[in-house]
């Protein structure tokens, strides 16, 4: 493992595999744009003891860590305290090391989704109709912030139904949320999040195209060099936008960053030059 320079503070990203992590990239933009004095890995995980390669990274001196997968409920396992946040969650990708040896634990990936949506792109999700596709660990994330913004109603569809409503369950206090199944779907929305994994499998959720009108905004968690199958599909019904999750990558990676310095980086640059090296 290389040294950290004297002057610098450790922070990293584990998971497994790691090495396709853009977040080490993301961050050292981010040092390099607020002068913050930090150094920032890539850690691969232990997939048997998270804990043994958690411990190790901490005698090295680091002081916090972003958590991807197959790692989020083993960091939310082993934190010793909870943002609201993370809890609703009941997973967590940021873990601060404090002084007294806690660690606080917090899921940035719904704050950074939102983000994006409504700074980034401009599209307000208050008062409007939102339907949210998947009910797994990556959409749970999100609800929470989600939900923050007021929509009139939040409609989960997933292919197990009894999961959809679960989640649509747990969440019910902090809003007006439907849980159904793809294929009972109904009317149309001013917001679709895409949160399954289906694009990365060149496949759509069954769900129908009456979803979408010419106001609608549709958004796809995942990302890659061309548009996603889901995002294509909503274009060619006429969708006003499409997004895909490359600015909400940028955007949970600059939270964990203020959660750890204090100090917000300029995100535009860094997703601006990320684009442009997947387009290359």
């Known amino acids: 493992m290389?040294?950290?320079p004297a002057?610098?503070?450790?922070?990293?990203?584990?998971g497994s595999p790691i090495k396709h992590s853009k977040s080490p990239w993301i961050h050292g933009q981010f040092?390099?744009?607020t002068g913050e004095p930090v150094e920032y890995r890539a850690v691969l995980g232990n997939e048997q003891d998270f804990a043994g390669s958690v411990e190790a990274f901490r005698s090295e001196g680091g002081q916090g860590l972003n958590v991807t997968v197959p790692f989020k409920q083993d960091a939310f396992d082993y934190a010793s305290e909870f943002?609201?946040?993370?809890?609703?969650?009941?997973?967590?990708?940021?873990?601060?090391?404090?002084?007294d040896g806690s660690v606080f634990a917090e899921n940035t990936d719904g704050v950074g989704i939102v983000r994006d949506i409504t700074v980034n792109y401009?599209?307000?999700i208050s008062g409007k109709r939102v339907l949210v596709l998947g009910a797994g660990g990556a959409v749970r994330g999100i609800?929470?912030?989600?939900?923050a913004e007021k929509p009139q109603e939040v409609v989960i569809a997933n292919r197990t139904v009894s999961k959809a409503v679960q989640l649509a369950d747990d969440f019910s206090d902090l809003g007006c949320l439907v849980g159904v199944g793809f294929a009972d779907v109904e009317g149309s929305f001013d917001?679709?999040?895409?949160?399954?994994?289906?694009?990365?499998?060149?496949e759509l959720p069954p769900i129908p195209s009456s979803v979408i009108t010419p106001s609608s905004v549709c958004y796809d968690m995942m990302y890659g060099a061309e548009m996603t199958v889901f995002n294509q599909w909503a274009q060619q019904l006429g969708a006003?936008?499409?997004?895909?999750?490359?600015?909400?990558?940028?955007?949970?990676?600059?939270?964990?960053?203020?959660?750890?310095?204090?100090?917000?980086?300029?995100?535009?640059?860094?997703?601006?030059?990320?684009?442009?090296s997947l387009a290359n």
């Open 2 to 4: 290389a040294e950290t």
């Open 7 to 14: 002057n610098k503070d450790l922070y990293a990203v584990i």
């Open 31 to 33: 040092a390099e744009i």
């Open 83 to 99: 943002s609201e946040r993370a809890k609703r969650a009941g997973a967590v990708n940021t873990l601060v090391f404090r002084e």
């Open 122 to 124: 401009e599209v307000a």
């Open 143 to 147: 609800l929470e912030p989600l939900l």
């Open 191 to 202: 917001l679709i999040i895409n949160g399954t994994s289906a694009s990365l499998a060149g």
């Open 240 to 276: 006003a936008e499409v997004i895909d999750g490359l600015g909400m990558l940028v955007e949970q990676a600059a939270e964990s960053f203020f959660i750890w310095r204090g100090v917000r980086p300029d995100t535009q640059p860094v997703l601006q030059a990320l684009r442009a």
